[in-house]
Structure formats: structure tokens, C-alpha cells
């Protein structure tokens, strides 16, 4: 691996996205263009002039880290460069030609202008198709090495102890049950009732657990 783009929208030194940057390329010797996204509105409106006060000193502020972040990667033998754009289509699109070709792209949590989303990129998976070369979502990278937590596996626990028990509890003595079920009356309609809606929870609680395990669970 030779160069690694940088997507990054956030305006922090030690953001997900830099982090794994640093690692590739310390661990493959490649080189980092860090591309700070500062989000812009096309419009016009009567505060333009604030917002135009704003975004320049949110570049401002993206050099300032960009200037420390080189700092610390050349220390370490990485190659860093970077800029601080404006995250409009006509710019983003003509920074993203000049900074190929690459290796690989990480991007870190990117929220995209409406304008920006209309020309196919309102996704990382539109990126590595548009740019024809893996992208790594950073943020989702972590939370799939996040650890399980303590809370998540005691409700899996306590559902998964429910579900065995109607397995092996439960439906082996439905017959029985049924006498009492089919026998009529408020008491037996009342049982029926709960019956389902404890059989429902139980299992849907359970099923809800999975996706979590096995990192499919959206934010």
C-alpha cells in the first residue's frame, strides 16, 4: 500500500479515522492525505456573512490540527499531507480527482450536504464505488471491536433462560394446558392472552439480542 486518503469531517487531533490512518500506514509505510471536509451551505441567505465567519475559521481551526497531526505522523516516519475544503459537490468532487489515485480510503463520520448526496455520494459504499478502491468506515470499525457489554449479556441470558424454558417446559405439557385453555370462561381467555403475549415478548426480546452479537444493528 502506497497512499491512503483521509476523509474527516470532524475537527479533532485524535479522531477514529486518524487513528486507523496512523496504524496502515506506520504498519505499511504509506503515505496520508488528510482531507478536512467543512460542511458549508450553498444557499443564499441573510446570514450569509456569519456563516462565511464560521467556515473560515473552522479551516482555520482544520490547518491548525492539520499542522500537529503532520507534526506527530513525520515524527514517526509517515508521510502527511493535507487540506481544509469547503464540502460542497464542485470542490469535493475536483479535491477527490486530484487526490488519486489511492490505495485506500478511510473515512471517518461524515454527514453529507444534500447537494453532495445528489451526485451518488451520500454513502460510504457510493465513495468506493465512484473512486474504484476500498473504503473503510472507521466508526463502524470500532464499534465492531467494541466489547459486548455487561447489560447486553445478561438480557440475552435472562431471555435465552425464558425461551429454553417454554421449549422444554412449556410446549411438552401443552396438551395438559389445552384443558384449561379450551375449558372456557374469563380466567381461560385471560390465560390465552398472556400465553401469547409472554411467548411474543420472550422470543422477540431474544431475537432482538442477535443482530447485536454478530455486530448487524444499526444506530
Known sequence: MKRILLLEQKLDESTTAIQYAYRIAKRDGAEVLCLFL???????????????????????????IGMRIKQRFEDEGIRFSYRAIRFQPTIFMKELEASMPVDLV????????????????????DLGVRLNCPVIDAEAMQKSFEPISPRLWRRFILY??????????????IKHLNKFYMGGGILAG??????????????????????KFIRMDKD
Not at 106 to 125: F, H, K, Q, Y
Not at 160 to 173: D, T
Not at 190 to 211: K, Q
Open 190 to 211: 385471560l390465560a390465552i392472552m398472556v400465553t401469547v403475549a409472554v411467548h411474543a415478548w420472550v422470543y422477540g426480546s431474544t431475537t432482538e439480542c442477535l443482530p
Open 106 to 125: 478511510i473515512a471517518g463520520r461524515l454527514t453529507s450536504p444534500v447537494e453532495v448526496a445528489d451526485l451518488g455520494l451520500g454513502s460510504i459504499g
Open 160 to 173: 435465552g433462560i425464558g425461551s429454553a424454558l417454554m421449549y422444554f417446559v412449556f410446549f411438552p405439557n
Open 38 to 64: 467543512i460542511p458549508s451551505s450553498m444557499t443564499t441567505a441573510d446570514w450569509i456573512e456569519t456563516q462565511e465567519r464560521v467556515v473560515g475559521e473552522d479551516i482555520k481551526k482544520a490547518e491548525r
